[in-house]
């Protein structure tokens, strides 16, 4: 069956350092692939997806790149604050119907 | 973006008690909601897909019998536990989509503690 794997947490950077959250997945077909942000207290939200190969998903200064030769979907920021911190998940979606396959989320603290 | 509220966001009840979580869209028509739960560190696991109006489709291991998934209306899906015991503690987690390949908006989660 499908499946999402990302690095386990918690990832603890100091402001302004560059991070990077490793995503890989295993789907037959041609999933849609997204990452939601969970701040403290909150629910779910989209941060960004991207729905075809090479394709580069981007929100508030984070980026994803589909990458099918690779199976991948990084989740990548320049410069992180400390309101980044949150917890991180991955996932897959193979229909418009289905629901998503999750991965096991990153909990990301970031320090000043 | 589009608003899912559910309700109550934490509950602790008694072993053998039933518990109801309600998960509504507040500014747009669910013809779809999806209930996932997620243990501690673990990932949001799928339970089951209502459609408004219809029988839930629930996952393979999933008991349909003590997780009982109405979706009477456009805006609202009930989950309910019935006989709860210790080992349904957990965060559940519903979330609802507009229509087919629209994105899907998440409600702030349960946390049902059963004692």
């Known amino acids: 069956g499908d499946s999402v794997t990302q690095m386990e947490g918690p990832v603890t950077l100091s402001e302004e350092a560059f991070l990077t959250i490793n995503c890989t997945y295993t789907?037959?077909?041609?999933?849609?692939l997204f990452w939601y942000v969970q701040y403290p207290g909150e629910g779910l939200q989209l941060l960004l997806k991207?729905?075809?190969?090479?394709d580069k998903g981007s929100n508030k200064g984070f980026e994803a790149t589909y990458r099918k030769e690779t199976t991948s979907f990084h989740l990548e920021k320049g410069s992180v604050q400390v309101s980044d911190s949150a917890v991180y998940f991955c996932a897959l979606e193979r229909g418009g119907a289905d629901g998503l396959t999750f991965g096991k989320g990153t909990h990301l603290i970031i320090q000043p | 973006g589009a608003v899912v509220s559910q309700h109550p966001s934490w509950v602790i009840c008694k072993s053998g008690t039933s518990v109801k979580i309600e998960c509504r869209s507040l500014d747009f028509q669910a013809t779809t909601m999806f209930w996932y739960r997620q243990f501690p560190k673990q990932s949001l696991m799928l339970m089951a897909t209502?459609?408004?109006?219809?029988?839930?489709?629930?996952e393979q291991g999933v008991e349909k019998d003590k997780f009982l998934i109405n979706h009477a209306s456009l805006t609202l899906s009930t989950l309910t536990v019935t006989s709860a015991h210790p080992e349904d503690s957990s965060f559940y987690i519903c979330?609802?989509?507009?229509?087919?390949?629209?994105?899907?908006?998440f409600g702030q989660g349960t946390r049902l503690t059963v004692v």
């Open positions: 209502s459609n408004e109006g219809s029988k839930a489709t629930y």
């Open positions: 991207a729905t075809k190969a090479d």
């Open positions: 979330s609802a989509r507009g229509g087919h390949g629209v994105q899907a908006f």
């Open positions: 789907a037959t077909g041609y999933p849609s």
